[in-house]
């Protein structure tokens, strides 16, 4: 599953190995590119669409079967990246081996659920989210603000692990005048562009009805969605004028994707750091971003982003027409954005993870001695 989780987990596990470091990932089976081969570290158990998003599988851990394989890698700290099956597996391994547990908070479930209709799901389940917690040494969150929202559920044994930007992918040097041509950007047309799932929780309605309120004033400008999810389909099916889904890019399309845009567009307000906000700001953009969640930690209005109500789309239509308008303010973002992207290097952050890793071993050591 392409998500901001996956992409972060991916990276953190290349970055470990750069650095000598061995990992074993436990994870849900997902179907694999055609004539691709899975990952070498990757251990796969058996799973089924989730019913409420078909898009994420839901895995059936064979308990016997993981203990066996980790036995064999032998780990020194287990990092558990969600709370449900998977992550349970991972707490009993963990028990079973007598090693640490380092859990990571990636998601607003009462966000994500307010989207669905399902607030009454987070409410119950916040019982068993803080036992889930409690049995982890150390419960690391992506920005300050969703430490704060833990810390009001009764989570206090928490720490940062923040999210950085590579300038390797993401620079405004893949600028692609090819990529705009295809996405039938004219030579004085601006490119609008959101990047990220193709779903419910990002709050694309929003961003589509200011596109259509926008109407003439857009002039020829064209919003192009780049990504994939539940929603892709129904979105193409209703032919928005000068609205383009082109689906999932990796690599270097995906660098051309950002850095060929003049504009990048981000409505969601579920976030609990905003990795594509990151990566736009590495590209050069200016971008237009919803004044919520966790993209607040980075994001500062007028500096290096324009900040929009939440859920509003007077409000959204309100910076597109701005900055669409507004060369110069595009440039002061644009300024502000690769100075922010700059500052956040992936280095620090990772050496800081391992630091979390080798403490939580440190605790497990002095309180069985």
């Not at 970055?15 to 004539?35: F, I, M, N």
């Amino acid at each position: 599953m392409v998500s901001g989780v996956g992409v972060t987990l991916l990276r953190l596990t290349e970055a470990l190995q750069a650095r000598g470091h061995e990992v074993r990932v436990y994870t849900a089976s997902y179907d694999l590119p055609e004539g691709s081969a899975d990952r070498p570290e990757v251990h796969r158990s058996p799973s089924l669409p989730f019913f409420l998003y078909r898009d994420v599988q839901w895995a059936f851990p064979r308990g016997r079967d993981l203990l066996s394989d980790a036995q064999a890698f032998r780990p020194d700290v287990v990092h558990v990246a969600t709370e449900y099956a998977m992550g349970l597996a991972g707490l009993k391994v963990a028990r079973k081996l007598d090693v640490p547990v380092v859990a990571s908070a990636h998601t607003d479930y009462e966000k994500y659920a307010s989207r669905y209709g399902m607030e009454w799901a987070v409410r119950a389940g916040w019982p068993y989210l803080r036992w889930f917690y409690d049995h982890a040494a150390r419960v690391l969150c992506p920005s300050k603000l969703y430490e704060q929202h833990l810390h009001s559920r009764g989570v206090f044994h928490t720490g940062i692990w923040s999210r950085g930007i590579n300038p390797a992918e993401f620079h405004p040097r893949f600028r692609s005048e090819a990529y705009r041509l295809a996405m039938g950007v004219g030579p004085t047309d601006a490119l609008v562009t959101y990047i990220g799932r193709i779903a419910k929780e990002k709050n694309l309605d929003l961003l589509l009805e200011a596109w259509e309120l926008l109407g003439m004033r857009r002039e020829g400008a064209q919003l192009v969605l780049v990504g994939h999810g539940p929603l892709k389909e129904a979105i193409r099916q209703r032919n928005i004028p000068g609205v383009r889904v082109a689906g999932l890019k990796h690599g270097r399309e995906l660098s051309e994707a950002y850095a060929s845009a003049d504009l990048f567009v981000f409505p969601s307000s579920t976030e609990t750091f905003g990795n594509v906000l990151l990566e736009a700001m590495g590209s050069g953009l200016p971008s237009i971003v919803t004044a919520a969640g966790g993209v607040l930690e980075f994001a500062v209005h007028g500096r290096n982003a324009w900040l929009v109500a939440p859920d509003s789309s007077e409000a959204m239509l309100a910076g597109l027409d701005r900055l669409l308008h507004d060369s110069a303010l595009r440039r002061q973002l644009t300024e502000g954005a690769l100075e922010t992207a700059r500052a956040r290097s992936w280095d620090g952050i990772y050496e800081g993870l391992v630091d979390e890793y080798r403490w939580a071993m440190a605790q497990l050591h002095a309180n069985a001695a």
